[in-house]
């Protein structure tokens, strides 16, 4: 009987066996591709939506809408919609950060001085990606709601109170780009072409 059962178990253990590797090789059979790959989730946009967030602008100012801002009209939409956060004259209300002002001026260490005031006027190299930026991120209650004619008066009017065009300036898709900020020649183009050669 003693040796009955111990037959009996081994033959048991082998059952078990079996059926873990069958179990194993029914889990390592691929699954069928879902009816639905979206699982009910999302939706195809339209057109017009996706143009709506196709509003980038590159440093050499594609992508800038037609439209034009002086720094008189500038002056207004900024008291409008910046000064709040940012001061009256850009110099910044904490934690908003200041806009103007070319102290330290560019060639300063900022790798050295991490609390020293980075701005349009001594830190940003690219007039265009200024508006870019306040097109998309301001006013900070409702981003994206300025129209062109109002960011490009803003921006004239940040980079005239920043010393970098004249109070008669007006800019608009020819004359941003043409802008030389005090900061670019601070700055090297990153010319890596990205991808697995990269990494």
Same mark, same amino acid.
């Given at each position: 009987?003693r040796?009955?059962? #111990?037959?009996a178990?081994?033959?048991?253990? $082998?059952?078990?066996?079996? +059926? =873990? $590797?069958?179990?194993?090789?029914? !889990?390592?059979?691929?699954?069928? #591709?879902?009816?639905?790959?979206?699982? +009910?989730?999302?939706?195809?946009p339209?057109?017009?939506?996706?143009?709506?967030? !196709? /509003?980038?602008v590159?440093?050499?100012?594609?992508?800038?809408?037609?439209? =034009?801002?002086?720094?008189?009209?500038? $002056?207004?939409?900024?008291?409008?919609?910046?000064? =709040?956060?940012?001061?009256?004259?850009?110099?910044?209300?904490?934690? @908003?950060? #200041?806009?103007?002002?070319?102290t330290?001026?560019? +060639?300063? !260490?900022?790798?050295?001085?991490?609390?020293?005031?980075?701005? /349009?006027?001594?830190? *940003?190299?690219?007039?265009t990606?200024?508006?870019?930026?306040?097109?998309?991120?301001?006013?900070?209650? =409702?981003?994206? @709601?300025?129209?062109?004619?109002? &960011?490009?008066?803003?921006?004239a *009017?940040?980079l005239?109170?920043?010393?970098?065009? !004249?109070? &008669?300036?007006?800019?608009?898709? &020819?004359?941003?780009?043409?802008?030389?900020?005090? #900061?670019?020649?601070?700055?090297?183009?990153?010319?890596?072409? +990205?991808?697995?050669?990269?990494?």
């Amino acid at each position: 009987m003693r040796h009955a059962s #111990a037959a009996a178990r081994t033959v048991a253990v $082998a059952g078990l066996l079996f +059926g =873990s $590797a069958m179990t194993a090789c029914t !889990d390592s059979t691929p699954e069928a #591709a879902p009816a639905d790959p979206t699982y +009910g989730l999302g939706h195809a946009p339209a057109p017009a939506a996706l143009a709506a967030i !196709d /509003i980038d602008v590159d440093p050499t100012g594609r992508g800038l809408p037609v439209g =034009s801002g002086s720094v008189t009209s500038g $002056a207004v939409v900024y008291a409008a919609q910046c000064a =709040s956060c940012h001061g009256a004259r850009g110099e910044g209300i904490a934690p @908003s950060p #200041a806009l103007v002002g070319r102290t330290p001026d560019v +060639g300063y !260490d900022f790798s050295k001085g991490e609390r020293a005031p980075r701005t /349009i006027g001594n830190y *940003w190299p690219y007039a265009t990606t200024v508006f870019d930026y306040v097109r998309r991120a301001m006013p900070l209650s =409702s981003p994206g @709601s300025l129209t062109a004619n109002e &960011t490009y008066g803003v921006v004239a *009017w940040l980079l005239h109170q920043n010393g970098i065009i !004249d109070s &008669t300036a007006v800019m608009d898709a &020819t004359s941003l780009p043409a802008v030389t900020m005090p #900061a670019r020649r601070i700055f090297v183009p990153d010319d890596r072409p +990205g991808g697995p050669a990269f990494r």
